[in-house]
């Protein structure tokens, strides 16, 4: 069964020209970044006695304890040395194949532009990237960590991610939605499809071909053409050895 799953995938990869991709954290997990909800996750890491793994990353937290808010991020968040894994260099040669490849990622890791993917929308924003209060934004390369502080020119950024309690950027959801209804393959990767509004957008989408692989079973296994509950590393050398 598994097999023919990962013969379909490949005719599906043929056939299709606009692919767009949904990634989560369960992409990621092989480059050695911990995803956010399961056990032992970053949740977890950052609960602490008096208030949880998501209230560690969200805007009153920020505000009100800016010294461990900054701890947190800079121990569980911040990973500037991660590199691409087999998951993010597939979607890259999909692209240097001549597929146009748009991914709409939930993480913030920017392993995706590592790996060299040209079309990348983050929904969350990203974690290598830095901004200062007039709006100006700054790359993980150009700040200094200062008693576990991100400067850039001796001035205090704050991580360009969205935070619980923060808004979306509007037009990029759009963004996202347009590229979904029109793509010919979906391909949702890593997720656990809970999270809105990430998780809404293979409603979008319109076509025959769909594919999801992800570790545990998600509220819209049934939505999709071929589901695979596998790690996606191990998919993706299947899918290159056939």
Do not use: C, W
């Given at each position: 069964m598994k097999t023919k799953k990962i013969e379909k995938i490949q005719q599906y990869l043929k056939s299709a020209q606009k692919i767009a991709v949904i990634t989560g954290a369960g992409i990621s997990t092989g480059s050695g970044i911990p995803d956010f909800r399961s056990s032992g996750g970053v949740y977890d890491q950052l609960s602490g006695?008096?208030?949880?793994?998501?209230?560690?990353?969200?805007?009153?937290?920020?505000?009100?304890?800016?010294?461990?808010?900054?701890?947190?991020?800079?121990?569980?968040?911040?990973?500037?040395?991660?590199?691409?894994?087999?998951?993010?260099?597939?979607l890259k040669k999909l692209e240097d194949e001549g597929h146009k490849v748009t991914i709409i990622t939930q993480n913030i890791d920017g392993l995706h532009q590592k790996a060299g993917s040209s079309a990348v929308y983050e929904l969350h924003g990203s974690a290598l990237r830095f901004r200062l209060p007039s709006g100006q934004k700054v790359s993980y390369q150009e700040i200094e960590v200062q008693d576990e502080k991100p400067y850039y020119?001796?001035?205090?950024?704050?991580?360009?991610?969205?935070?619980?309690?923060?808004?979306?950027?509007?037009?990029?959801?759009?963004?996202s939605i347009k590229a979904v209804a029109e793509a010919g393959l979906l391909l949702v990767i890593g997720t656990s499809l809970e999270v809105y509004p990430a998780a809404g957008l293979p409603n979008y989408f319109d076509g025959d071909l769909s594919v999801l692989?992800?570790?545990?079973?998600?509220?819209?296994?049934?939505?999709?053409?071929?589901?695979?509950?596998?790690?996606?590393?191990e998919v993706i050398k299947e899918l290159e050895s056939k």
């Open positions: 006695i008096n208030y949880s793994g998501a209230e560690a990353l969200s805007d009153t937290f920020l505000a009100s304890q800016p010294d461990l808010f900054y701890h947190n991020f800079m121990k569980h968040i911040y990973y500037p040395n991660a590199k691409p894994n087999d998951g993010h260099r597939f020119n001796e001035q205090l950024v704050r991580p360009d991610i969205v935070l619980y309690g923060e808004m979306l950027d509007e037009a990029l959801l759009f963004k692989i992800t570790k545990a079973p998600t509220p819209l296994d049934r939505e999709f053409s071929i589901v695979l509950h596998e790690d996606i590393n």
